[in-house]
């Protein structure tokens, strides 16, 4: 029968498309998993005498070692069977998690993905994050979005800070519409563009692609400040769920 170290490998490989680092001449049975960008370790597998996990034997066990995003749920964890603070591994939020069936692979499994994402680069976690909803403004002054859209469904658009591929975008159109007119879904981002007029400055471009269209008087600035608390729109936000429901309704 497969083992759970070897298991929990072929899985990391797999899901992460990384390969375990042996690091220790003294200790050839650990083995390190860390982020290709940032190096940091988001697990450590190790074979340790199961009584200095306070284990009633001295065989080795094998443990995977993984940090929680805060200590409350560390501290909650530990409680479980299976589950004991980081060996060797102490400060911060590190546990070790046996290898020999008292905590499922399932969950193992979810313990890793909370280190992986624990330690990840910021540029990692936004790539991973869930897509998100946001209103971005659109003025009339120097770009004529409606004329745009009159002509295709797909336009570039500035890149917005902290946007990826897959969120979902609400085109306000400034005075004298003051509005939010557009349901776009980003289908790309970080299109090198450079831009500067002195008024705008562009860095890069994503594509928009047109889902929905609003009648100018359904979400208009006084609606979105009476009705849902927004009463500016410099820049692209996020929205309240309450927004989110009536713009997908």
Known sequence: MESLRKRLFAYIKKKYRVSPEYLWRRYPGYAAFRHSDN???????????????????????????????????????????GI???????????????????VSFQEICRWLEESYLATASAKTKQALRPAKEWIVPANPKYYDIEAAFSQADEIDWKQGRG???????????????????????????????????????????????LRKRYRPDQFTFEVLGEKYGIRAVRGPRGIPESLSEALKA
């Open 163 to 209: 946007i990826k591929t897959g969120d979902t975008v609400f085109m306000y159109v400034a005075a004298p519409v003051s509005a939010i007119l557009y349901q776009c879904r980003v289908t790309e981002t970080d299109i090198p563009f450079r831009f500067d007029s002195g008024e705008v400055r562009m860095t890069s471009l994503m594509k928009i692609k």
């Open 39 to 81: 190096q940091k370790w988001f697990a450590l597998v190790m074979d340790v005498p199961g009584n200095r996990l306070g284990l009633e034997t001295e065989e080795a066990v094998d443990i995977l070692n993984v940090k929680m995003p805060d200590s409350f749920l560390a501290d909650a964890l530990v409680q479980q069977e």
């Open 84 to 102: 004991f603070r980081g060996y060797h591994i102490s400060k911060g939020n590190w546990i070790s998690i046996s290898l020999h069936g008292a």
